[in-house]
Nanobody, 122 residues
Framework: QVQLVESGGGLVQDGGSLRLSCAAS????????AGWYRQAPGKQRELVAH???????TYGDSAKGRFTISRDNAKKMLYLQMSSLKPEDTAVYYC????????????????WGQGTQVTVSS
C-alpha cells in the first residue's frame, strides 16, 4: 500500500523551529514533484513550499525566507525546515507528492498525507 506519512509537528514557541518530514512508503519507484501545504481553521489550504524532482523550489509568500524545503530521492523523503515560526503559522501541514510505482514506470499518481499539526504559541 502506497502511503505518505508526515511527522515532526508539535507545539513550539513564537520564534522557534521545527523540521517536518514526509515519508513515502510502498511499491515506489520514485518520488516526483512534491510539496507542503497547510490549512488553518476557517482558511483555505495554501501552498507552503514545492520542489520538483530536479530540485527547483517554489515558496508561498508566507514561507519565503523562513522555510526551506528539501528532499532525499534515494530515501523517498520530503522535508520542511521551519524557522522563525509565528502564531499565524499554526495549521495542519500536509505532504503532497506525485509518485511513480514499480507497477508502471510510465505514470504517476498524486497522494496526500494525513497531516501533522503545528501549533505556535505567542
Amino acid at each position: 500500500q502506497v502511503q505518505l506519512v508526515e511527522s515532526g509537528g508539535g507545539l513550539v514557541q513564537d520564534g522557534g523551529s521545527l523540521r517536518l518530514s514526509c515519508a513515502a512508503s510502498g511499491n515506489i519507484f520514485s518520488l516526483n514533484n512534491a510539496g507542503w501545504y497547510r490549512q488553518a481553521p476557517g482558511k483555505q489550504r495554501e501552498l507552503v513550499a514545492h520542489v520538483t524532482i530536479e530540485g527547483t523550489t517554489t515558496y508561498g509568500d508566507s514561507a519565503k525566507g523562513r522555510f526551506t524545503i528539501s528532499r532525499d530521492n534515494a530515501k523517498k523523503m520530503l522535508y520542511l525546515q521551519m524557522s522563525s515560526l509565528k502564531p499565524e503559522d499554526t495549521a495542519v501541514y500536509y505532504c503532497n507528492a506525485h509518485l511513480t510505482t514499480w507497477d508502471d514506470l510510465r505514470y504517476e499518481d498524486e497522494y496526500w498525507g494525513q497531516g501533522t499539526q503545528v501549533t505556535v504559541s505567542s
